[in-house]
């Protein structure tokens, strides 16, 4: 249970780490590479920039419970 929860923690940290590089910044962002150029005209944020949010959040929230089952995990053993 151990590896997996290892393995899970460092697939998820390299992925959020490309996330975040892809949110827009002040000056624009990767993001825009990948049609974040299109907005809509009621929030001023993108659907491409909504989902990538969306995608950090999740991957964000799988990384703290990795964090805190390993935690638990290494502390009961």
């Known amino acids: 249970m151990e590896l997996v929860l290892n393995v899970l923690l ?3 940290s390299i992925v959020l780490v490309v996330l ?10 990767l993001s825009s590479m990948f049609g974040g150029a ?3 005209q009621l929030s001023g944020s993108s659907v491409v920039e909504k989902n990538l949010n969306r995608m950090t959040v ?18 009961a053993g």
């Not at 999740?58 to 638990?72: M, N, Q, R, S």
């Open 10 to 12: 460092v697939l998820t």
């Open 20 to 29: 975040i590089l892809l949110h827009r910044g002040k000056g624009g962002g």
């Open 38 to 40: 299109v907005s809509s």
């Open 58 to 75: 999740f991957a964000g929230l799988v990384w703290t419970v990795c964090i805190v089952a390993l935690g638990i995990l290494i502390k």
